[in-house]
């Protein structure tokens, strides 16, 4: 279900801002085992459907997420939130170059070559040592991440402090997403939008890509 629209190309880029979770490794899949983990201990049924629904949110809206309803006090939700990070942690020791997704290593490269501006926007606050693990951090000129701002996605805060660092306009550049709240943050910025995935979810996306695999910036801007 190839979703490209080959036909639109955004000019005058002068900078790209990537998710990190999803777009530039499947560090979803470690999520959802961390999330899985944590809920089995409980007794709370969590799947890859309800994992879904936590693509793009903070921690703490994750774990209410995956809480279903269940109240807890706010001491009890640091340590839940403490004890899903450290199983997230012990996957990520294993990660490496390797784990960068199909596609992205020579797009990062094209991009660099092209002279446009390179930042991340990750609602994560992992999102430095994850890039640290994949080798990115040359490619990469300016890290916006869980600590960022107040406003998690779809409100705009996380790539407009990303676009402010990077000294970029967000007319003049792209937000690439994989999470539909990701993808309604960027729009609500002003942002030109690529997302990755099935149409369901980023279909919202200026251009919709399944993935990077094979994907070369001429693809998606143009003069
Ligand atoms: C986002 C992920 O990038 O970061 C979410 O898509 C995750 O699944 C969120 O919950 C927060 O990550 P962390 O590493 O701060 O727990
Ligand atoms: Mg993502």
């Known amino acids: 279900m190839t979703t490209v629209d080959r036909n639109m190309k955004f000019k005058n880029i002068k900078g790209i801002i990537f998710d990190l979770d999803g777009v530039l490794t499947n560090t979803s899949e470690y999520h959802y ?12 049924h969590f799947d890859r459907n ?3 629904k936590l693509r793009g949110i903070p921690r703490k809206e994750s774990l209410e997420i995956m809480l279903a309803g269940k109240v807890v006090s706010e001491k009890e939700i640091k340590r839940l939130m403490d004890i899903k990070n450290n199983y997230y942690n012990d996957f990520l020791t294993q990660m490496n170059p390797d784990d960068i997704l199909p596609g992205v290593l ?6 660099r070559k092209a002279g446009i501006k390179i930042g991340i926007g990750s609602s994560s606050k992992n999102a430095k ?5 994949l080798g990115l951090e040359s490619f990469v000129d300016s890290i ?7 406003n998690h996605k779809p409100a705009p805060d996380l790539f407009l402090h990303c676009a402010a660092n990077l000294a970029v306009s967000p007319e003049n550049t792209i937000v690439v997403e ?6 309604e943050a960027a729009l609500n910025g002003g942002f030109w939008v690529v ?19 094979n994907v070369k910036l001429r693809d998606f801007i143009g003069n």
């Open 50 to 52: 309800i994992n879904e």
């Open 33 to 44: 085992k961390a999330w899985k983990m944590l809920a089995d201990e409980l007794g709370i």
């Open 195 to 213: 997302g990755l995935g099935p149409a369901e979810r980023v279909g919202k996306a200026h251009i919709v890509f399944p993935s990077f695999e």
């Open 129 to 133: 040592t994850v890039i640290d693990k």
């Open 144 to 150: 916006s991440d869980g600590f960022s701002v107040d």
């Open 106 to 111: 020579e797009l990062l490269c094209e991009t």
């Open 178 to 183: 994989d999470a539909e709240s990701g993808v």
